[in-house]
C-alpha cells in the first residue's frame, strides 16, 4: 500500500507563497495520476491541480490557474495566495489512469492513495 505524505504547509499573508511537497513510501510508475485536493471547514472538497506524469500533461482550476503550478514530483507550488486559500491540503495518486492527460486526471472520480494532509493557512 503506497503511503502519501505532505510536506511544507503553514501560515503565510497574503500575496505570499508556499511550496507543497509529496513524498511516496515507494516508487510509483510515471504513467500516473498525481494530484492536489483541498478541503476548508464547512465546505466540500475541491480538486486544484493534476498531472499526468509520463508526458507532464498539467491541468488546473479556474481558482488557482495563473497561481499555482504542480509539478512532475506532485510538489505544488503557490503563489499569490490569498486568505481564501485557506485549507487542509492533500496529495493523492493512482494508476487507473481514464486517459494520459491532465484534464483526465482531474476529473477522475477517485484516488486510491492519498496523503494524511497538511494545513495552509493565508492571514490577510
Known amino acids: 500500500q503506497v503511503r502519501l505524505v505532505e510536506s511544507g504547509g503553514g501560515s503565510v499573508q497574503a500575496g505570499g507563497s508556499l511550496k507543497l511537497s509529496c513524498a511516496a513510501s515507494?516508487?510509483?510508475?510515471?504513467?500516473?495520476?498525481m494530484g492536489w485536493f483541498r478541503q476548508a471547514p464547512g465546505k466540500e472538497r475541491e480538486r486544484l491541480a493534476f498531472?499526468?506524469?509520463y508526458f507532464g500533461s498539467v491541468y488546473y482550476a479556474d481558482s488557482v490557474k495563473g497561481r499555482f503550478t504542480i509539478s512532475q514530483d506532485n510538489s505544488l507550488s503557490m503563489n499569490g495566495l490569498k486568505p481564501e486559500d485557506t485549507a487542509m491540503y492533500y496529495c493523492a495518486a493512482d494508476l487507473d489512469v481514464p486517459a494520459p492527460n491532465g484534464a483526465a486526471c482531474y476529473a477522475k472520480s477517485e484516488y486510491k492513495y492519498w496523503g494524511q494532509g497538511i494545513q495552509v493557512t493565508v492571514s490577510s
Open positions: 515507494e516508487y510509483i510508475d510515471s504513467r500516473s495520476c
Open positions: 498531472i499526468y506524469r
